[in-house]
């Protein structure tokens, strides 16, 4: 097996296997603040923040349709926030979207905040600016101090622990992302793909070189096990897939 920043790549199921299996995260609020070796885990983060030259750090949750949200923390007080989490309202579970008739969906505006704590495996540079790095957070009910039931991360964390327990089965996650590569329009102008629709040519691939050279580095930099890919149906339709993992 091939290793990129000390991540090993390539291999097969049973070298993913041999890595630990997902768990749920702490039940409550305060098991997540006073988690057994949380507090080791972030001195050894911040000192790597400091001889590294990050500057600043995205606390990050993700909403029930996939977008990223949270708020951003100059360097400095990355311990503190790393060790006691952010507040964000309910609502960021679910975009901030409203109705039809202007109501905030799935929370009220008077609600409390929820408790976004920091899940520190997932602390990452970003390579496309190494000022800057990320870690995703799991969100809390700051009322009740159990998990938020809107939180996609903690819900597909505690069915995955289910159902290696219930079943006796590995539970293994891979998906092939599609993305589109636009040309930015003028005003007035409809945006076009870069390349041609020819499904599998590989002289897409070459139209796009640049660009799916860049997303594979910075996606190997990150840990994810870049695999295969091919040009779509579409002007500028790629897939680039990542190896399944736990």
């Not at 929370?107 to 800057?132: G, H, K, Q």
């Amino acid at each position: 097996m091939a290793e990129v920043n000390g991540v090993k790549m390539g291999g097969g199921v049973s070298d993913v296997l041999a890595t630990p299996r997902s768990t749920a995260t702490p039940a409550t609020l305060e098991e997540a603040r006073n988690a057994p070796g949380r507090r080791e885990k972030i001195e050894e983060l911040t000192k790597k923040i400091e001889a590294e030259g990050i500057e600043y750090i995205y606390f990050q949750q993700v909403s029930v349709t996939g977008r990223i949200l949270g708020k951003g923390v100059v360097a400095s007080f990355f311990p503190q926030v790393a060790e006691k989490g952010y507040q964000l309202v309910y609502g960021a579970t679910a975009n901030l979207f409203t109705d039809r008739h202007g109501d905030y969906i799935g929370f009220d505006p008077n609600d409390s905040e929820l408790a976004a704590i920091a899940d520190l495996d997932t602390f990452n540079v970003l390579p496309w600016d190494p000022r800057v790095a990320r870690v995703y957070c799991d969100c809390y009910d700051t009322e009740t101090g159990e998990r938020m039931d809107a939180d996609s991360r903690q819900n597909l964390k505690q069915v995955v622990e289910r159902f290696e327990e219930e079943l006796g089965l590995h539970f293994l996650i891979g998906i092939e992302p599609e993305m589109m590569w636009l040309r930015k329009p003028q005003p007035g102008e409809v945006p076009t793909g870069v390349t041609e629709p020819y499904c599998y040519h590989i002289h897409q691939f070459e139209e796009l070189r640049p660009v799916l050279l860049d997303v594979v580095d910075y996606g190997q930099k990150m840990g994810l096990d870049m695999s295969y890919g091919d040009h779509e149906d579409a002007p500028g339709q790629l897939e680039l897939n990542f190896r399944f993992d736990r």
